[in-house]
């Protein structure tokens, strides 16, 4: 899809904006959501599915592409300056959710000056590789393959969360790898 034709999918739809982190994050949310909600449109510079269901899920580190296209939920991996982050938070619409790394401080910086409403979700970025993850279902062992999402697990989970897909579902998600 070109960025206008993204624009235009997105309208009538949840749009969810993973700014940043590596493309593996697309995939993991995928499987998950695909799980129990079938049908939704993903978008990265490599791979386009176009699905009828209520979510768009782009991830970009384009910041410009990411403020067009208004997110309501945004998911930041990557670290920005502190004028490109009020620019992308700026855009989220009202009443929408910012997943984020703790550890980005400018995100912080950024949240509180923003005139728009909405939630702030912060996660904890895991610094050590892990072999297994906790969840409600126990502890899922850490493929090989996970090993480029293993920090973001928390902040993927939070999004999730708030996508409707139960901490159970994505522990199914992550014993598959």
């Known amino acids: 899809m070109q960025q206008n034709e993204l624009l235009t999918h997105g309208e009538n739809r949840t749009r969810v904006v993973l700014l940043g982190g590596p493309q593996e994050i697309t995939f993991l949310v995928k499987e998950a959501l695909e799980m129990e909600r079938p049908g939704q449109s993903y978008w990265t510079e490599k791979h386009t599915i176009r699905g009828e269901g209520e ?4 991830q970009t580190l384009d910041p410009v592409l990411a403020q067009s296209l208004r997110p309501n939920i945004l998911f930041l991996l ?6 490109q982050f009020s620019a992308v938070l ?6 929408g959710i910012v997943v984020y790394d703790k550890d980005l401080n400018d995100v912080v910086l950024a949240l509180g000056q923003g005139t728009n409403f909405y939630r702030h979700i912060p996660f904890d ?8 993850y906790s969840t409600p279902i126990g502890m899922v062992p850490i493929s090989e393959s996970l090993a480029p999402v293993v920090p973001y697990l928390q902040g993927i989970e939070e999004l999730l969360r708030h ?3 139960q901490s159970e579902a994505f522990a199914e998600v992550l014993s598959m790898q």
């Open 55 to 58: 979510f768009l899920i782009v």
């Open 90 to 95: 700026e855009q989220v619409t009202d009443g």
């Open 78 to 83: 990557q670290p920005l300056s502190l004028e």
């Open 125 to 132: 970025r895991m610094a050590e590789p892990v072999e297994n």
């Open 163 to 165: 996508l409707g897909i």
